[in-house]
Structures are given as C-alpha cells and as structure tokens.
C-alpha cells in the first residue's frame, strides 16, 4: 500500500519481469504443452472444416459465360423473329420513305403508327432481358420505367409541336384503352374457356384505389376551372397535383416491389408444376445496345407520327381528338393487349390484370405527371385539365371496372360489358365537336 511499492509495480521494466519469471521469479515459465491426442483431433477437426468449405464453394452455381458476338447477334434475330407483329417492321423505312419523297401524310401517319407496335414489343424484350441480370426490385423497377417509353416519347415529342390536346387525348385514351377494350377482351376471351376465373382481390383493390386517386387528381383542376377563368392559378394547380402524383407513384412502387411484395405474387392453382428460372440470353451490354438501338427507332417513327398527325386528321376528315383518344392507343399498344388476352386464354388473370390496369396505373401516376413537369420545364403551358366530358368519361371508366373487378373474380359477361362501355366512348368521341 505504500507509495513507493505502487511505483515499482507501474513500472513497464518491472511488468515485463514479471511477466517473464516464474511463481518464484527465478525460472522463465514455459508454454503448456497439448498431448498427441489432442493434437490430433485438432488436425481432424481443421480437415473436416477444410473439406465443408471446399464442398459448399464447389455447391455453389458459378455464374453463366459471358455470351460471345454470334451467340448475341442470333438472340438479337431471335427477338426479332419471335413474334409475329415483328412483320410490321417493314413499315418503318416506308415511313421514312414517304415523309421524303412527300407521300401523303396520311401514309406517313399509318406506317409509321403500324411500325411502333413491334418496336415496343422489342423493347419491352430488351427491359425484361436488362431485368434478368439485376434482382427482383430493380428488375420491378426497370420494367416500370420503361413499360411506358413509347408513350412518354411520343408525347414530349407532342409537346416540342404544340399538340397539348394530342398530348392529353392519347394519354387519356391509353389509360381508357387499357381498362376497357384490354381489359374487356381478357375477361370475355379468357371467360369463354373457363366458367369463373379468380385473381388477387386485395391487389385489384389496390390498383383501384389509386386509379381513384387519380380521378381526384383529374377533377379537382376541372372543379377549379369551372368554376375560375385563371389560368395562371389552374397551371400551379395542376403542377403542383402532379408533383403528389408523382410521389405516390414511387410510394407505390415501394409498397410493391419492397413492403408488400407478396400481394402481386402470381397464384396460380390451376397447376403445380415448378417454372425453371429464366436465364437471360442477352448480357448487360448486349440489352443496353438493343434498349438505346430501339428507343432511338422509336424516336425516329414518332416524329414522323407526330409531325403528320394534322394533315391526317384534315385528309381523312377525323377530329384530333379521336385520334388521339382511340386510333393512336388502340393501335401503338396492340403488343399489350396480345399479351393480356394470350394469359388470360391460360387463366393467368394477374397477369392480364397486371398488363391492363396496372399499364393505366403506370400512366396516371408516372406518365402524366412527368409531362406535366417536362411541360414546365419547356415552357409549355400543359395542365391536368381534361375538359369536362374526358373527365366525366374517365370518372365512369374508373367507377365501372372497379365494380367488376373488386370481388376478385370474372367472367365473360362482364368482360362484355367493358368492351360495350368502351365502343360507347369511341362513338361518342368520334361525333363529339
């Protein structure tokens, strides 16, 4: 306890001798030393832990080669041979053709129209190859950004020409489109093969719910302007709805691709045998050459489509607005409505409610709101304004397929139906002034 004792004990040279003698102090202690079978179980053990490591690495799946040019350049023929819209593409330089040769414009307006379907059948291919090599929230993603491409161009396209009303019509006739005539040919096409057909209720909810929130979105500004001639006020309006839009897209895109994943699962109970997991056939670079060689196609063709979409509706005598709500969706998204009546033909009815609601969810919620922005940015006054009788057209539209679709089950009837309501809006689009 002395001051002196603490002193000689913090010293580091005392530590170390210390450290270095015995009980005694006189003879440096020695390691312990392990008896020949301990050694050995501890070699044993070493090798057995040896020979788990090599078998788990030589378990694990080594990762697919790097495809080689031939092997890409015949997946690149095999996409564009593997579907029968592909046929089409022979329109594409016939557009370019007749728009420098100085056809009619109507020409230039049919082939150019009829050549965009395959080119976004090619490019959903290119997304969902660029998918294979990313995980299943950024493949979610991906195929979400870019489902809508074509639309998006071809409507910033619009908005460098001034065309605000084609702009708004082939927008509103896309989301139109999808809920009735998609819709409408997979619930009749698909209930004539099987008597009653079951989706997921809860995600059909969901998909409503929102389709109801952009009703709100779309009446609101409408409300406004009936009732207010500032114009100045309606445009901050209706930018500032599409910035909450646009908020609750991502928001949705969070709660189904992350949180709630499971409730977009496809159940199918028809069958129990186990999918093989698709490989792609295409590596990252080889998707992102076809994804950049096609989007810059489809720029191409929608510049002459929108460049002739005038003189077309003056040739053939057909109001813009007809065109723009029921010729342009009907014909530009043919590779969807394929697509939702082949799955429903197989009694995959998320799939089809997948392609027809969820691409109209898509575009009211992502589509729409981005132009609203690009608008502003550009300087172009668009707003959420859709006229009164497109409003009361979408507020039905909605309201009908939610009634048919909220109990998550179908039938051909009411698939009837929709196709009945949908050649009603056409009708009434075509004579509306």
Same mark, same amino acid.
Request: hydrophobic share 50%.
């Given at each position: 306890?002395?001051?002196?004792?603490?002193?000689?004990?913090?010293?580091?040279?005392?530590?170390?001798?210390?450290?270095?003698?015995?009980?005694?102090?006189?003879?440096?202690?020695?390691?312990?030393?392990?008896?020949?079978?301990?050694?050995?179980?501890?070699?044993?053990?070493?090798?057995?832990?040896?020979?788990?490591?090599?078998?788990?690495?030589?378990?694990?799946?080594?990762?697919?080669?790097?495809?080689?040019?031939?092997?890409?350049?015949?997946?690149?023929?095999?996409?564009?041979?593997?579907?029968?819209?592909?046929?089409?593409?022979?329109?594409?330089?016939?557009?370019?053709?007749?728009?420098?040769?100085?056809?009619?414009?109507?020409?230039?307006?049919?082939?150019?129209?009829?050549?965009?379907?395959?080119?976004?059948?090619?490019?959903?291919?290119?997304?969902?190859?660029?998918?294979?090599?990313?995980?299943?929230?950024?493949?979610?993603?991906?195929?979400?950004?870019?489902?809508?491409?074509?639309?998006?161009?071809?409507?910033?396209?619009? /908005?460098?020409?001034? @065309? !605000?009303?084609?702009?708004? &019509?082939? #927008? *509103? =006739?896309? $989301? /139109?489109?999808?809920? @009735? !005539?998609?819709?409408?040919? &997979?619930? #009749? *096409? =698909?209930? $004539?093969?099987?008597?009653?057909?079951?989706?997921?209720?809860? &995600?059909?909810?969901?998909?409503?719910?929102?389709?109801?929130?952009?009703?709100?979105?779309?009446?609101?500004?409408?409300?406004?302007?009936?009732?207010?001639?500032?114009?100045?006020?309606?445009?901050?309006?209706?930018?500032?709805?599409?910035?909450?839009?646009?908020?609750?897209?991502?928001?949705?895109?969070?709660?189904?691709?992350?949180?709630?994943?499971?409730?977009?699962?496809?159940?199918?109970?028809?069958?129990?045998?186990?999918?093989?997991?698709?490989?792609?056939?295409?590596?990252?670079?080889?998707?992102?050459?076809?994804?950049?060689?096609?989007?810059?196609?489809?720029?191409?063709?929608?510049?002459?489509?929108?460049?002739?979409?005038?003189?077309?509706?003056?040739?053939?005598?057909?109001?813009?607005?007809?065109?723009?709500?029921?010729?342009?969706?009907?014909?530009?998204?043919?590779?969807?409505?394929?697509?939702?009546?082949?799955?429903?033909?197989?009694?995959?009815?998320?799939?089809?409610?997948?392609?027809?609601?969820?691409?109209?969810?898509?575009?009211?919620?992502?589509?729409?709101?981005?132009?609203?922005?690009?608008?502003?940015?550009?300087?172009?006054?668009?707003?959420?304004?859709?006229?009164?009788?497109?409003?009361?057209?979408?507020?039905?539209?909605?309201?009908?397929?939610?009634?048919?679709?909220?109990?998550?089950?179908?039938?051909?009837?009411?698939?009837?139906?929709?196709?009945?309501?949908?050649?009603?809006?056409?009708?009434?689009?075509?004579?509306?002034?």
């Amino acid at each position: 306890s002395s001051p002196r004792l603490c002193g000689s004990l913090m010293d580091p040279s005392n530590l170390l001798e210390v450290s270095a003698t015995g009980d005694e102090g006189n003879a440096p202690r020695s390691a312990p030393k392990m008896s020949l079978p301990t050694t050995i179980r501890l070699v044993m053990r070493s090798k057995r832990l040896a020979k788990r490591i090599r078998e788990k690495s030589a378990s694990r799946p080594k990762p697919p080669p790097s495809p080689t040019l031939v092997q890409t350049l015949r997946a690149y023929w095999n996409i564009v041979t593997g579907n029968w819209l592909n046929v089409l593409l022979v329109t594409a330089p016939l557009a370019v053709l007749s728009y420098f040769l100085g056809w009619p414009k109507y020409l230039t307006f049919l082939f150019s129209l009829l050549c965009i379907c395959p080119l976004s059948w090619i490019l959903g291919q290119a997304t969902e190859e660029l998918a294979m090599h990313t995980n299943q929230t950024l493949g979610g993603l991906l195929n979400a950004t870019f489902g809508n491409a074509v639309e998006l161009i071809v409507s910033i396209l619009a /908005l460098k020409s001034d @065309l !605000l009303d084609v702009v708004q &019509a082939s #927008l *509103l =006739g896309s $989301i /139109l489109g999808n809920l @009735l !005539l998609v819709l409408g040919c &997979a619930f #009749l *096409l =698909g209930g $004539i093969r099987y008597k009653v057909q079951v989706f997921n209720d809860v &995600a059909a909810r969901t998909n409503s719910s929102l389709l109801l929130m952009v009703v709100f979105g779309v009446c609101v500004p409408a409300a406004f302007r009936i009732t207010s001639d500032d114009e100045t006020k309606l445009l901050e309006i209706s930018r500032f709805t599409a910035i909450v839009l646009f908020a609750i897209y991502v928001l949705f895109l969070i709660f189904q691709l992350k949180t709630h994943a499971h409730l977009y699962e496809e159940e199918n109970g028809e069958s129990d045998e186990e999918e093989e997991p698709e490989t792609p056939s295409l590596s990252v670079v080889g998707a992102l050459v076809l994804l950049s060689i096609t989007t810059v196609i489809v720029s191409v063709e929608a510049e002459l489509l929108v460049d002739s979409i005038e003189a077309t509706a003056v040739d053939l005598n057909l109001p813009q607005r007809f065109i723009g709500l029921i010729i342009l969706p009907i014909v530009g998204n043919v590779a969807e409505h394929v697509t939702a009546i082949t799955v429903a033909r197989k009694n995959k009815m998320e799939l089809a409610l997948g392609v027809a609601v969820g691409s109209s969810t898509q575009i009211a919620l992502s589509v729409i709101p981005l132009l609203v922005l690009v608008a502003w940015m550009m300087g172009k006054p668009l707003d959420l304004y859709f006229k009164m009788f497109e409003t009361v057209v979408l507020v039905l539209a909605v309201l009908v397929v939610n009634s048919v679709s909220g109990n998550g089950q179908s039938n051909w009837l009411e698939g009837a139906m929709l196709l009945g309501a949908y050649l009603i809006v056409a009708v009434a689009f075509f004579f509306h002034p």
